[in-house]
């Protein structure tokens, strides 16, 4: 099975600051990568398909990058609303998530 | 807009059966891919099964293989979801998920999900 690893688990940061989140793949996934965005009691929101392409709606703070097996989502300039969880997806094989990397206030 | 709506979770006994329903509104539903997800307490998400469009190609995670079965009916725009031998590991939030035209895609519109306990 393929595995994906996101670190860090949490990332404490203030509004305005930038935060980078990594997702690694234990083997290949190319660019079938998605990173999604996810609210406790809300359902889980699109953020980037094809490793850096950014879904419809979502601000351009939000930008992905990265191939193969190593992964990377920044947010610019967090704001207020981007406080979540946030997880990578590889499509490239049979659907597997990372674990998640909380992002929350410091 | 692109709506997905989930229903049918609630508590079962180990070896008992639920069927989870996923009502879609908002787009073409027969020209998509549809996916279940599901997240144990505590756990990250697990992909659990996946229909094709005209439902010819069906997949299912080895963990809930022989035991659930994905059904879909595009003349009522509704996504199902079987599920037989349910085991207390089987405890989760349940999603569903629109693909693409292809199975193998990224998700790109979640349900808010329904709860499942398997519980004795």
């Known amino acids: 099975e393929l595995v994906m690893t996101q670190s860090p688990a949490t990332l404490s940061v203030s509004p305005g600051e930038g935060a980078t989140l990594s997702c690694r793949a234990s083997?290949?996934?190319?660019?079938?990568l998605a990173w999604y965005q996810h609210k406790p009691g809300q359902a889980p929101r699109l953020l980037i398909y094809g490793a850096s392409n950014r879904a419809a709606g979502i601000p351009a703070r939000f930008s992905g990058s990265g191939s193969g097996t190593e992964f990377t989502l920044t947010i610019s300039s967090l704001q207020s609303e981007d406080y979540a969880v946030y997880f990578c997806h590889q499509y490239d094989t049979w659907p597997t998530f990372g674990p998640g990397t909380k992002v929350d206030f410091k | 807009q692109v709506q997905l709506v989930e229903s049918g979770g609630g508590v079962a006994q180990p070896g008992g059966s639920l069927r989870l329903s996923c009502a879609a509104s908002?787009?073409?539903?027969?020209?998509?891919?549809m996916h279940w997800v599901r997240q144990a307490p505590g756990k990250g998400l697990e992909w659990v099964a996946t229909?094709?469009?005209?439902?010819?190609?069906?997949f299912y995670a080895d963990s809930v293989k022989g035991r659930f079965t994905i059904s879909r009916d595009n003349s009522k725009n509704t996504l199902f979801l079987q599920m037989n031998s349910l085991r207390v590991e089987d405890t989760a939030i349940y999603y569903c998920a629109r693909g693409g035209s292809v199975v193998r895609s990224w998700f790109d519109s979640w349900g808010q999900g329904t709860r499942v306990t398997v519980s004795s």
């Open positions: 229909i094709s469009y005209d439902s010819v190609n069906i």
């Open positions: 083997q290949s996934v190319k660019d079938n």
């Open positions: 908002g787009f073409t539903f027969n020209t998509y891919a």
